[in-house]
């Protein structure tokens, strides 16, 4: 049997993040050969994999960041079973690994992502290789991308929620750009103005609202109307630029952003948050 010294495991356990243990046994059974112990270490994540496919992830972390020239951000979801290895240290360093290579490599959707190459491996790989190592399911499920002339990231305390927001104009106080990436985390508009609405959500509401003032007896005839009216209001609390700024609700967020420059805007935004 090969002689496994303390430093050909804190070799492998640096290359693979797995347990003291396991490295060392991994060695053994490789018989010493480092690459050999590093599949082992992998053949063990998928075996786990395997055997909690049928898992729900539906913990985990919730991360974005911006290039340096502030021009793209990113957004990424790696999810986990439990919010105890959500708050893992090695869990969320991992995450953010794989946020710096997105940031570095900014591939076009999650599937280009999960492909890159990753400490000699894939990103979709590595993640399994975690299964094995974190011994629970792991999934990257999620993967955005804007780009600005300048991006504003925002990570709500906890990695639970997560913005980027897209803007016409750089240059601008930088505590503008991070009070509208606040608004979209917490007011969560799912339009950038009425016109970005999609037409099947606009039908929705409408029919909402037909229905309501049915059900509050209202006549036929004005059904539309009303329908329209709440249509408006919807567009009021859910679109971005139209809505009320929480730090000044005097305003909407349109007026605030033409106050500190009267042709900056929004161009693009991307928000995620973990059930609550």
Known sequence: MATISAADVAKLRKATL???MDCKRALEEAGGDFDKAVEIIRKKG???????????????V?????TSNGKTGVIIVLNSETDFVAKNAEFIGFANKILALALDKQPADLDQLKALSMEGTTVEEKVVEHIGIIGEKLDLSYYGKVDAPHVQAYVHPGNRLATLVGFNKAGIDLQVYKDIAMQVAAMAPVAIDKDNVPQKVIDQELEIGREQARLDGKPE???DKIAQ?????FFKENTLLNQD???ESKQTVAQFL???DKDLTVTDFKRFTLNV
């Open 46 to 60: 998928q075996a786990v994999a395997n055997k909690r496919a049928d898992r729900e992830a539906t913990e985990g």
């Open 229 to 233: 009216g709440k249509l408006g209001k």
């Open 18 to 20: 797995a347990g003291m």
């Open 62 to 66: 919730v991360l974005s960041d911006v």
């Open 221 to 223: 005839a004005m059904l």
């Open 258 to 260: 033409k106050s500190v």
């Open 245 to 247: 700024f929480i730090k």
